[in-house]
Structures are given as C-alpha cells and as structure tokens.
C-alpha cells in the first residue's frame, strides 16, 4: 500500500479533503514535535486533530517522549482531540526487550534495597508513559492494525477510544517472558472489559484475541476492513468530537475517568462540583441556540480552552 512521506495514502488523503480536513506536517517539527513518531495536524477549520503514528516497537526513548508530548498536547488550547496509529503492518510488537534489558536487569549497586528502590524507580517511569494519556483532558482514539503486543496493550487500555481492523489481534504477553505485566494492563483491562474471568484468561495465558472477540467483549467499540477506511473513520470520529465544546468534551473525560475509581455518590458529588462552575460557560447558550435552530454544534465557534 502506497503512502506518502507524511504516512498517508492517496485514496484516504482524498477522503479527507471531501470532508474539508487540511493536514500539515509542523513546518519544523523539531521544534513543534521534537520526537521520533511522525505528527500531523489534521485540521478541521481553525482547530486541528492530532495525529500521531507510533514505530512498530516502544523503544527506551518512546517513554520519555510519550510523557513529553501528551504533557504538551494537554496544554495546547488549539489542540482539540488526539488520534494515535502505528506506522507498519503492525500496531505494536511491544517494547524493545533488549534495550530495556540494560536498565532493569543491570543493577548498579550490590545492595538488595537500593536496587529495589531503583527498581520501583525505572517501573513508575514506565506507568507514567501511559497514565499521561489518560491523565491528558483531550480525547485520545486509537486506532489499531494486526498486531497489538504487550505494551501495547498497556497504551490502548489507557486511551479513550479503541477502534481496530479485521485483522487486529490483542495478546497479555508478559506471563511468557516470566513476569506479571506492570504498566496498566492488569489495572485497566478489567476496567475495560466487562468478564473479570475472560481478562483472567488473557494475562495468565497470553493467547491472542482477535478483532471480533475483542469487538464483542467491548475492548474495541468499531472494527474496520483495512487500515485506510479505520484512519478514515478514526479522524472522522475526532473531528466530530473536535466539533464540541472544549468545555463540555474534556469535562466529560474528567468525570468519565474519576466516575470509574470512585462509587456512584463520589462521581455524582464530584461532578456536582465540577459543574457549578462549568455551567457558567458561554458554550452552553451557543450549544442551545444552535439546537434551537437545528444547526450542528460543528457549526459554533467555541472559544479556546
């Protein structure tokens, strides 16, 4: 499948523009985006939707960018939704064992408590990888083609939205690299999928789920053919998310993701709270006048947030 420098084919940059999506590499993304994976800005009018095309492997230094560039979109007001892809025929193989090896597996001191102090240390830098996804306000759908190992599983569960292809599978791979997975999967999956026994099963056996499993336990809410009509419909979904209230939108993800840790009387207080002042938007008027007049919220300028 042909696709050009910005990891995009003809026939999907074309569907695109039939939707008036324009999207533009940063004019130096060294300064823009100073990391490996490739980053466009699809923008939908004067908002734009970020895409971010991950290597197939998570080398040492994806973790410190991944913290770097989520911390950066969580802060930029024009940044409205976030889309993460891989760039190969695979999602993700998982992270580079070999690189990570000389970090985990070296000790620097003889001292059995220090280096498990050190330890904790290198596995909380890990967590934070992916906790910085969830953590962003902004919207973040994945979009996920062949296969999804590991780590990788610890960075969809982490996203908001998982769309996959026809040929997506899913695998829990650490039990068979002699270790219990330790960056999010284990505390998220469950979250994600409804049957505690089925996510049992996939982290003691690390068999794979494939794409109509994983559609049916709820681990991915779409599945697609291919990989160009997913990112077609990935971006689709962001620019109609783009679309809404920033107010509105990242406050739902707020209160979506505490709702889940806390009991029902917790999330309603705290979103009590939360909406005292949020109510107070000038987002609200707009949004019921456009309903009035039967017009798209896509339709209002919302200011930025």
Known sequence: ????????????????????????????????????FMCILCFFEKIYVLLLTLSS????????????????????????????????????AGIDLMDMASEVLQPEVDDMARTSWNMRRIIAKYQETFSVIERCPKPVVVAVQGACVGGGVDLITACDIRLCTQDAWFQVKEVDIGLAADVGTLQRLPKVIGSRSLVNELALTARKMYADEAKESGLVSRVFPDKEAMLAGALEMAGEIAGRSPVAVQGTKVNLIYSRDHSVAEGLNYMATWNMS?????????????????????TITFSKL
């Not at 230094?61 to 989520?70: A, I, L, Y």
């Not at 007049?293 to 896509?298: A, C, M, N, R």
Request: aromatic share 6%; net charge negative.
């Open 1 to 36: 499948m042909f696709m050009d420098s910005q990891g995009i084919t003809p026939t999907l940059r074309h569907h695109l523009q039939t939707k008036n999506v324009c999207l533009v590499s940063p004019p130096d993304q060294s300064t823009v985006f100073p990391y490996e």
């Open 57 to 92: 492997t998570i080398h040492p230094s994806s973790f410190r960018e991944m913290v770097e560039c989520f911390t950066q979109i969580a802060e930029d007001p024009d940044c409205r939704v976030v889309v993460v892809s891989g760039a190969g025929e695979v999602f993700t």
């Open 278 to 298: 949020m109510l107070q938007t000038d987002d609200v008027m707009k949004s019921a006048a456009a309903s009035m007049e039967k017009k798209s919220p896509k």
